[in-house]
């Protein structure tokens, strides 16, 4: 089996790996200023999509510029959300740059998708393939990829839970109280899924990390904006669309926190609400949906919620644009209001200049903050022990380190540990 790193390779953003010249595995772009995306446009025989994040779906629509008709195959949920997440990059920046394809490309879409749901075994470009989940986001799957000689496993990014958590229930278990704590995310149960593969593709997004334990950072969480509302103050929740939001909303349900749902994660809630299968637990879903208010944006909306004692939950995750534009300014001036950042802060973002500065630059003014700003790691990935468990599995298999900043330093760690472990370059031509 031949491998082409095409995006992804010692980096995170733009993932897109070729197999075998035939079968394209995640094309995504690399959000930055300006954005990056493959460095090569393939023409593959058929295309299998891992997860709906712009860094692995960010440029798909853009295979379809040409006279090619690949298929795509991705999970429903994955097929959506990245319809979703494209109608917004042509909305933003549709005939730039900073958008590689056209309506014209986003409607081809829909007519050459396949979607396919975890453990059920298709054909693609002459490939067997298996979706299985993977535990990030909604649909999110680890590809399987069998062409007849070798087995690779992509892992695509992936969370797992650990064994328990502060209450020692089982991650199964969990419920949608502050008591069904356990060290795993309330909207997607971590991945279990171990398959037989003969080479390993892993991502390594926080191979250096280990996330604190979820139980205690969602406590935190609740008790610092439960006191800030108890003083009469307002919590802005920056929060990315996919999955964070939802997670969030989850949370605030679970600890009856009074909340308030606004951006692109509104149109993400209510397409989810149609996969009930993709979550933990659609009943928790359900009752967490219920119990938050979606903004609408009509009539001043905004101004009047910022007056009220409310977590407001929306985009942009990086305060680098959306409704927190509206938000910030509005509550930034009283010590008595948050900003709660639930997500990683990009170097040269909003965000990251918030944490580390107390100002930002929002709609074209830097702006001092006098607001509290804290900072939750709610991360989606599996940290550092959990891709090292997760692993254990194949000690047997090469294993390739891709989907992070420091994939080289991390297969050099594996092969101390045992592993036969590399970390292949942009650009590179592997054979497994």
């Known amino acids: 089996m031949k491998l082409r790193f095409l995006g992804g390779a010692r980096e995170v953003g733009r993932s897109a790996i070729l197999v075998n010249d035939a079968l394209l595995l995640d094309f995504g772009m690399l959000t930055a200023n300006p954005p990056q995306f493959p460095i090569e446009t393939p023409t593959p025989e058929a295309v299998v999509v891992s997860h709906g994040h712009l860094d692995h779906v960010g440029a798909v629509p853009a295979l379809l510029s040409g006279d090619a008709r690949p298929p795509i195959h991705w999970t429903p949920p994955t097929y959506e959300l990245t319809m979703t997440l494209a109608r917004d990059t042509l909305k933003l920046h549709g005939g730039s740059f900073h958008c590689p394809f056209t309506e014209t490309d986003l409607r081809r879409v829909t007519q050459v998708s396949q979607t396919h749901g975890y453990r059920e075994t298709f054909e693609a470009a002459g490939h067997s393939v298996t979706f299985y989940n993977a535990g990030h986001i909604p649909g999110s799957a680890h590809v399987l990829v069998d062409d007849g000689e070798t087995q690779l496993l992509y892992t695509g990014d992936f969370h797992i839970d650990e064994p328990s958590g502060a209450n020692g ?30 080479v390993v593709l892993c991502e390594s ?11 205690v950072v969602e406590e935190r969480f609740a008790e610092s904006v439960e006191t800030t509302l108890w003083e009469g103050g307002t919590v802005v929740v920056p929060a990315f669309a996919i999955g ?13 926190i009074p909340c308030y749902v606004d951006g692109m994660g509104k149109e993400v809630t209510e397409m989810l609400r149609q996969h009930p ?33 409310a977590a407001i939950i929306t985009t942009s995750g990086m305060l680098s644009g959306g409704p927190a ?22 170097e040269g973002t909003p965000g990251r200049d918030l944490l580390e500065t107390g100002r930002a630059e929002i709609d074209g003014r830097v702006m001092p903050v006098s607001a509290q700003v804290e900072q939750y790691d709610f991360s989606a990935h599996a940290d550092r022990s959990g891709v090292l468990e997760f692993l254990e599995s194949y000690r047997e298999s090469p294993v390739l380190v891709n989907h992070g900043d420091r994939c080289a330093a991390f297969a050099e760690e594996l092969r101390g540990e045992g592993f036969d472990s590399s970390a292949p370059e942009l650009g590179d031509a592997v054979s497994v």
């Open 169 to 198: 229930n089982v991650a199964s278990n969990r419920g949608d109280s502050p008591d069904d704590l356990v060290s795993g995310q309330r909207l997607v149960a971590g991945s279990s899924e171990r398959p037989e593969a003969d």
């Open 277 to 309: 299968g993709f979550v933990r637990d659609s009943e928790a879903f359900r009752r967490a949906v219920s119990h938050a208010r979606f903004v609408t944006g009509h009539d001043g909306q905004r101004k009047r919620i910022v007056d009220q004692t």
């Open 244 to 256: 964070r939001t939802q997670e969030l909303m989850l949370v605030c349900a679970a600890h009856d």
């Open 325 to 346: 534009m509206t938000y910030i300014p509005e509550i930034r001036g009283n010590p008595t209001n948050k900003i709660a950042m639930t997500g990683y802060q990009v």
């Open 205 to 215: 997004t926080y191979s250096d990390v280990e996330h604190e334990d979820r139980a």
